[in-house]
């Protein structure tokens, strides 16, 4: 049992660390892409379908918000 289970980008289910499944997708708040953990490939492909073109919400990088 892990202390700090990973949680799906897509769907929010607490992931097994056997099975993550880690891809690189386009996350709205950052330039570039970045590394992130899915329960599955088919939300890893759903990640990046409806994710990769949603605008940037109102982000501060440095403090988080």
């Known amino acids: 049992m892990a202390l700090f289970k990973k949680k799906c980008q897509y769907c929010g289910e607490k992931i097994n660390k056997e099975d993550e499944i880690w891809a690189e997708v386009k996350v709205p708040e950052f330039k570039g892409v970045c590394l992130r953990p899915f329960c599955s490939k088919e939300h ?5 379908k409806n994710i ?3 605008p940037r919400r109102n ?6 918000i």
């Open 44 to 48: 890893a492909e759903l990640y990046q």
């Open 52 to 54: 990769k073109g949603t």
């Open 59 to 64: 982000f501060c990088p440095r403090c988080g």
